[in-house]
Structure formats: C-alpha cells, structure tokens
C-alpha cells in the first residue's frame, strides 16, 4: 500500500477515546467494578430488544436496521448482580467517586465543566444493555491539547455507564455478561482537527496519558477502546469503533484512506461503464445439480438461491479495497448482517464447487453480458431475500461512492460494516436520574506521567528509561509507598519492574503477589528485617504459595538479616577455601570470592556490607 498525500486528499479525523475508570461502585448503582469469570455466573435470563420513538416522534436509523436482525439476548447474573443492572429498578443517583474522577480530567484537558449534569438515554438495541439504552452525561466542553502538528480541540468529556460483555454467539442470538455492564466510563471527543494517521495517534496516546496520570482508571485490554472518525474530501465520514490498542490508531487511519480512495476509483469506473444494479432472481434452478458443498446445502435444508445482476461490475467486486478485503468482502459485510454466511460472486468463480457451466447458465438467466458480474445467496427463503436486498443496497451506494456508516476495527487495521451512523433521534432524558450541581473548587489536578518520570529522574537519580517504567507501571504507587518509607529508590524501583518481570520471564507466576504482599516486603528491606538481595527470592517464594505473609516467607527461605559477626565468619571461611588464590592474586580474587560469599549468604547481607567485610580480610592476608 502506497503512502498517500493527505493535506491533498483533504484527510480530516476526530477521536473518540473509552476509559473505564477505577472505581469502588458502578455509575448507577452500589455493584462492585470488578469483572467475574462467566463460570461463576449463577443464573440467566433473555431479552427482545426493539426500538422506540423519539420524543419527537423520529426513529433512528441504525437502531431500526439493527431491529431487523431477530435475535434473543440471553445474559449472565452474578451474586453481586442488581436490580439496576437487570432493569427491574430505576437507576440510582451518578456515582459521587466517579464524577470527580471525570472533573479531574476535565481539568487535565483544560475543559469547561456544565455547570449540571444531567443524564440522557442513547438509544442501544444490540443487546448489550438491558434497558435498550446507554445512559451518558456531559461533563465538560471546550478543551484542547497540542500535538506536534499543531492544536486538537477536545469538544466534549461525556461520563456514561459501560455496556455488558459479549461472550459468545448462540443459535438464537448473543449472550451477555452482566459483570461489567454499569462500570463507570469516561468519553473524549476530540473536533476533526486531526490530518495525519500519525497525528492521530500522538493525540490518542497524549489523552491516554493523562488518563492514567488521575491514576484511577483501569488498565488492561479492553479497558480503553478508541473510535476514529475518518473523511476525506471526496469522501464521507466513517466512524471505525473498537481500535483496542493505541499503536493500531494511525494504521486504521491509514487503510481506511486507502479504502475510500479504492471505493472512490470503483466509483469513476462504474460511471464511466454505465453501471446499473438489477433486481434480485431466484436462480434455485440453475444449481439443481451443483457440487458446491454450501449450495446444495442450503437447497437440502429448504432454502434457495437468490442472485443479482451487477451490471457493468465484472473485475471490479473482486477488487482489493484493504489488504485481503475486496468490494465483494463489504457486499458480504451487509448480507452477514442479515443471517447469510457470505455470498458468491462470479469475481471469484468458478471455485468453491461452482461450476464454470453455472456460471455461464446464471448469465443467461440474468440476461447478463462479459462486463457484468453476479451476486448470489444461498439460504433459508427469508434469509436469502433480506441479505441479497442488503448487497443491492449496498452495490447502489458502491456506485456513488462511499456511503457513511459505522465500521468495526479489526485486529490487522482493516474494518468491517457494523451499521449506519447513528442520529439525533437516539438520544433523550433520562427522567429516573436528579441532575447533579457540578463543583472544580476541591478537584486535586494530579501530576502528569511525563512530569512523575522527569521528578524521578532528578529527585531518586533514576536512569530515565527505568523512571519512565516505573511511572507508566500499575505498580507505580508500590514504588512511592516504599520510597517513603525509607527504601532506597533504584532497589524499589528495580523491583517492581525489572524484577517483576526476570521472575515472569522464569515462568514465577508472580502477578499472584498482592499489593499488601509488596509493601510487606519493602517493610522488611526498611526495617533492616532482609537484605536487598533476598527480595528475588521472598518474591519468588509469595507467588509460589500467595496464602503466605511476607514475614511468613522470609522464615520459610531463611532470609533472616544476618549480624556482622556472623558475616564475617562465613567470609573468613571461604577465604581459608581459597587462600593460595588470595595469596597469588591478592585483592584480585575478590570478584570470584565476592560471589561466592554471596551465595553463601544466600540473600540474608547486603552486599554493600559484605564486600567491605571480604575487602578487610584479604587485606590481612596480602
């Protein structure tokens, strides 16, 4: 794929980053936060969603194609599961903790807070809220950030409850889990001020670091989800929803130019060919005999096969749109919505068990000549005339050009069809919720990261590629608690990154060691209680078996500080062992010797302590 001019493609894109935050409660109600293992859900119950009316009497789109598609959602309860979160009672007040968390960041982006808050239904019938509906409010307006090619407006902070997790396709329909459906999220919507695939990550990356700068968010994959809004000048706007990692963000921007520019050139040729799109057939009789596992199939089982004729397509449905994706890849997008598997078109055939004569009779059928292709669906009746109308529709929006919509991210940085853009008509009050007075008088505006890392560097003398780690690291607050208390900086530090992650390298499973369990150990080293060289293997002893105390491991390992005394004796001793070493090379064998007074000491002296106590003795001898 060839890089593009993008200033001259007129390549606008805005963002729309989804931050879970670290709270005690939902944002509606009292549940805990923390996510459960579908294993322990405890009951089950189902749901048909459908839309409903605008307070103005208007319906909206994507909710009325997503209606289309008849599906039963079945949902996984918990013990810790609530009435609000099954819709069986009205939502309680917006969360106190996590209003002020969403004030912190307004800050942090230099936004004007609303003087109240009031919460609004966003229409959302895909099944992953109970009430049909997400329930948001705005926050804060009005900030900006800056980037190295220039200014991005942010144009609004918008506090919402999470939607339930999908966790598996069913016959019927989707299942949900209703852990965490209600965890309080952050929005941030930034203004189509970007123009760079890289600009739009820098701008994505420079919010996710404010955002763990409050250090009251939650981390791990899945716990921040951008979307990205992309349009170019010929375009139209596209919003791509799901991007997990912040790395993937200019790649997405990319290969979605790159598909617009492709519809965009399919567009030119199907103009100037006079292209047209025919009226679905059932062409059933044309595969009477067929080989083709997937069409007898369907024919076995009832169905029937519906084709169109694309007139004027031929060469162009098999045409690379994003890497391994084609036109046909996005006409099967909108049948897939609708029940199909796929479809068939004669781009790609004869294959799959289509037979070139089936290719010549479904021409003749369709009155179809050479520079013409056709679309075909094998299903169930209602099936195969719902999806082969959804590639019609979407073949008619091929020849104008690129239609606007909501694309799924996928993992590669391509994107699939999802829905249409959402409307205005999906949104209005929610009524079961007080408005809340918004008050930025006691909001503690936190340290940056970037800030947290220079401090570490010229406050604790950290190398800066060790201060970055430790202040992006969730074990960040670990690092500070021991430093105040006494713990030399670099051995805090290297523990809870460098350490941490030699023994996960060793296959210690050591993200079993509690927070509690860290701070015992760094109690220990303070206190004198262990030298620094056993805290490897305290650590190592408290993953293997976490039901222990720190102090509890430090017996078990024999990690007891041992007395000067005793230090020297066992010096002394692995002198005598090597003494016509020490007595050829002097001061030169005390590498060797340190190392092996060392793991005599097994992790119970400072080194510090030891090499002094070795330095004394050979200096007796020589």
Do not use: W
């Not at 810790?80 to 002020?100: F, I, K, N, Q, S």
């Not at 509906?133 to 705005?138: A, D, K, V």
């Amino acid at each position: 794929m060839s890089e593009h001019d993008y200033e001259a493609l007129g390549l606008v894109a805005g963002l729309e980053i989804h931050q879970q935050l670290d709270t005690a409660s939902k944002l509606f109600c009292d549940c805990p936060t923390a996510l459960r293992d579908p294993d322990e859900a405890v009951r089950t119950f189902t749901r048909y969603l459908h839309p409903t009316r605008s307070e103005l009497g208007e319906i909206d789109e994507a909710a009325l194609e997503e209606s289309k598609v008849d599906r039963e959602f079945e949902y996984l309860a918990y013990d810790t599961t609530c009435l609000v979160e099954e819709d069986d009672e009205p939502p309680h007040r917006l969360d106190a903790e996590a209003l002020e968390v969403a004030l912190e960041i307004a800050q942090l982006l230099d936004m004007t807070p609303v003087d109240q808050a009031h919460v609004m239904r966003k229409i959302v019938i895909d099944g992953s809220n109970t009430s049909g509906f997400q329930r948001t409010s705005l926050i804060a307006r009005d900030g900006i950030i800056e980037t190295q090619a220039g200014l991005v407006s942010i144009d609004d902070l918008m506090l919402e409850e999470e939607s339930a997790q999908r966790v598996a396709e069913t016959d019927t329909g989707t299942r949900y889990s209703l852990d965490r459906l209600g965890i309080p999220l952050v929005e941030i919507g930034t203004g189509p001020d970007i123009r760079s695939p890289e600009q739009a990550r820098e701008a994505a990356e420079y919010i996710g670091m404010l955002l763990r700068s409050t250090g009251a968010v939650k981390r791990g994959l899945g716990t921040i989800r951008q979307d990205v809004n992309v349009s170019i000048a010929d375009g139209a706007r596209v919003e791509l929803k799901g991007v997990q990692r912040l790395d993937d963000i200019d790649d997405i921007v990319r290969l979605e130019v790159e598909r617009q520019t492709s519809l965009l050139a399919i567009a030119d040729a199907l103009d100037e060919r006079d292209a047209a799109v025919g009226e679905p057939v059932d062409v059933s009789e044309v595969f009477a005999e067929t080989e083709s596992g997937v069409v007898a199939g369907a024919l076995d089982r009832g169905g029937v096969v519906k084709a169109v004729p694309l007139r004027g397509f031929d060469g162009l449905v098999g045409r690379e749109i994003q890497p391994d994706r084609r036109l046909g890849t996005e006409l099967s997008d909108h049948a897939k919505r609708h029940g199909a598997g796929g479809i068939f078109h004669t781009d790609e055939l004869p294959a799959y068990g289509v037979s070139a004569e089936e290719v010549e009779a479904l021409h003749r059928v369709l009155d179809a000549v050479d520079e013409d292709a056709v679309a075909f669906v094998a299903a169930d009746p209602e099936t195969a005339t719902e999806a082969v109308d959804a590639v019609v529709r979407r073949a008619r929006d091929a020849m104008a050009g690129v239609p606007e919509e909501t694309r799924g991210a996928n993992e590669d940085g391509t994107s699939r069809y999802l829905r249409p853009l959402p409307g205005a008509a999906r949104m209005y009050p929610e009524t079961d919720v007080p408005p809340v007075d918004l008050d930025v008088s006691e909001v503690e505006i936190p340290e940056l990261l970037v800030d947290k890392v220079d401090r570490y560097v010229d406050e604790f003398d950290l190398d800066p590629d060790l201060a970055g780690q430790v202040a992006y690291s969730p074990r960040m607050p670990l690092f500070e608690a021991a430093v105040a208390r006494g713990v030399d900086p670099n051995l805090a530090a290297r523990t809870v990154e460098s350490t941490v992650t030699k023994l996960r390298r060793d296959d210690v499973p050591v993200d079993r060691v509690t927070d509690e369990q860290f701070r015992e150990v760094f109690e220990l080293v303070a206190d004198g209680e262990i030298a620094q060289e056993g805290v490897p293997k305290l650590l190592r002893a408290l993953a293997t078996d976490p039901g222990l105390s720190a102090v509890e491991a430090a017996e078990q390992e024999g990690l007891g500080s041992a007395e000067a005394e005793a230090i020297r004796e066992i010096v002394i001793d692995v002198i005598d062992r090597n003494a016509e070493q020490v007595e050829a090379e002097g001061m030169g064998a005390f590498s060797g010797l340190m190392g092996e007074c060392m793991a005599e000491l097994r992790g119970k002296a400072e080194g510090e302590v030891v090499s002094d106590i070795l330095r004394e003795e050979i200096g007796k001898r020589t």
